[in-house]
């Protein structure tokens, strides 16, 4: 597989939850500009679900959270939300019951993607791959 990036797009926003309308906006358009040729929903999902979990479990006063997205020369897209608290939190989706409200997004970008994150100096990124 070519892992090289052959576009990417990213932009760096404020962790309030009215935010996410806009990411959303600015995500469909970087996919337009990328164009990648895969589900424009799903990629816009995962994007809405990993930026909304950043600003609900990881917002720091005057911290932002940065959002890249990368097409790969194999078609893949990676989606990467950096946010400044170094741990994940600690969902308990496995126990999650069907009338909670919240507690079921990473497992819905499951469905879509393989996920990963990884600690870095200024607190963690979380990384989507999503196929074509």
């Given amino acids: 597989m070519d892992h090289s990036v052959t576009g990417e797009w990213?932009?760096?926003?404020?962790m309030t939850p009215r935010v996410i309308g806009l990411i959303r906006r600015?995500?469909?358009?970087?996919?337009?500009?990328l164009g990648w040729p895969?589900?424009?929903d799903a990629a816009l999902?995962?994007?809405?679900?990993?930026?909304?979990?950043?600003v609900v479990h990881a917002a720091v006063p005057g911290r932002l959270l940065r959002l890249?997205?990368?097409?790969?020369?194999d078609g893949r897209l990676l989606v990467d939300v950096s946010d400044p608290v170094a741990r994940m939190p600690d969902h308990g989706e496995q126990n999650?019951?069907?009338?909670?409200e919240g507690g079921r997004g990473l497992l819905l970008v499951r469905c879509f993607a393989r996920?990963?994150?990884?600690?870095?100096?200024?607190?963690k990124t979380v990384r989507a791959l999503l196929s074509t």
């Fill in 26 to 33: 600015q995500s469909a358009r970087a996919l337009d500009r």
């Fill in 115 to 123: 996920l990963s994150w990884r600690p870095d100096g200024n607190g």
């Fill in 96 to 100: 999650t019951e069907p009338d909670e």
């Fill in 45 to 54: 999902l995962v994007v809405s679900e990993l930026t909304t979990n950043a």
């Fill in 10 to 14: 990213s932009m760096s926003f404020t």
């Fill in 68 to 73: 890249r997205l990368a097409a790969l020369a």
């Fill in 38 to 40: 895969g589900d424009r």
